[in-house]
């Protein structure tokens, strides 16, 4: 069963002249996927990951996440959708200055209701996942760009998403930081059996993706699966949609 599906997928944002973002997108990502999204600025990745998160809409085609078709969702489905299903992890790190790395990483879940103590703990658990259990009390402005991007993906893996969307997740950290946060990737990937699509613009995340996305122009490029004979993977065509 795959983790994500996009079925002839568009999206056409009104104006004079309209303009086509995407235009009929299909793929699929098996569960535990390590991908890659690439493409020149302007191609259609942001948009891309936009509708697979729900934070935009298509206007035609249909996306299918984890078993479940989110594209005719409402607003208050997609928001719970997002809590249940979904992790982000943005170039940025999207980080609140007054709040503590725990308190960053418990808050989705105290929001789903679970009680301060459970969600403490899945914070604690997952600070631990990613190499912070040493800074659960410092505030961003203590950490490095590195550790806070870490932050952000504890906090995803807090809520136990099955996806994990990363926008850039490297572009502002250093060399040495970038090689540590792919290599966290990767052992999350295969521990926690996360799955993962980044969109990026680094050689380096992508030398080491199972499975490649090109977007050209709004329209995924043929052939754009790339198979990884040196790690034993095998992937469908891009044209293949899962039953």
Do not use: W
Not at 118 to 127: E, F, P, Q, S, T
Not at 146 to 162: M, N, P
Request: with cysteine.
């Amino acid at each position: 069963m795959s983790i994500l599906k996009f079925e002839n997928v568009s999206r056409v944002y009104p104006g004079t002249p309209p303009v086509q973002a995407l235009k009929n997108v299909t793929f699929i990502l098996q569960r535990r996927a390590f991908a890659v999204l690439v493409g020149p600025s302007g191609s259609g990745k942001t948009t891309l990951l936009n509708l697979a998160s729900g934070l935009d809409h298509v206007s035609s085609g249909r996306i299918v996440v984890d078993g479940d078709e989110i594209s005719h969702l409402s607003e208050s489905e997609l928001c719970r959708f997002r809590r249940e299903k979904l992790g982000f992890v943005f170039q940025a790190y999207n980080l609140f200055p007054a709040l503590t790395a725990v308190e960053h990483v418990e808050y989705t879940n105290l929001i789903r209701g679970e009680s301060r103590s459970v969600a403490r703990d899945k914070a604690i658990d997952a600070l631990e996942s990613v190499g912070l259990v040493d800074k659960v009390h410092s505030f961003p402005g203590k950490l490095s760009g590195g550790q806070q991007q870490r932050v952000a993906v504890a906090r995803a893996l807090a809520q136990e998403s099955k996806l994990i969307l990363a926008d850039e997740p490297t572009a502002n950290l250093d060399s040495k930081s970038a090689f540590h946060l792919i290599d966290l990737f990767e052992k999350l990937n295969h521990s926690h059996h996360v799955s993962f699509l980044f969109s990026t613009h680094d050689s380096r995340l992508v030398a080491r993706a199972h499975q490649r996305i090109e977007i050209s122009d709004g329209e995924l490029v043929p052939d754009s699966y790339q198979e990884r004979e040196r790690r034993g993977f095998t992937l469908p065509s891009a044209n293949f949609i899962e039953a």
